[in-house]
């Protein structure tokens, strides 16, 4: 199987809230959307410091990870941020990746939106066994 891109809309979770709260209009949310690699085998969700610069998420902490060369490093880990694709959307937090580095879409945020990656067409697809809303396991 190649390489999985998906359209993938970014927003400041932070924004939403407040915008909610009428602290911020509606125009005032901060969003990106980019065409995101989709990348099952990483847990969590990494951006870049240019989408972190644009989307201005909060530090929450800096974390140690280990890449697939087994050396370990450390980034900053940024949100809350709200993930959309599709008729699905997930909360999570994201690790910052230096420079222009590509963004990952990892397996937290995939199993928080229940979609799947279709090997065949090599796309991220909705659950077809659940297309109107996301279905999580809690067993």
Known sequence: MGLVYADI???NAVDLENARKNIIGDDEIR???LSMLVDSG???????????????LPFIEKRKVQLADNRVVEYDVVGPVTIKFANRKAVC????LQGDSESLLGAIPMEEMDVLIHPSRQQLIVNPEHPNYAVLKMK
Do not use: D, G
Request: charged share 15%; proline share 0%; no cysteine.
């Open 31 to 33: 969003v990106v959307r």
């Open 93 to 96: 937090s994201a690790f910052v």
């Open 9 to 11: 809309e970014l927003i």
């Open 42 to 56: 990483a847990y969590m969700m990494a951006i870049n410091e240019t989408i972190q610069s644009q989307l201005e």
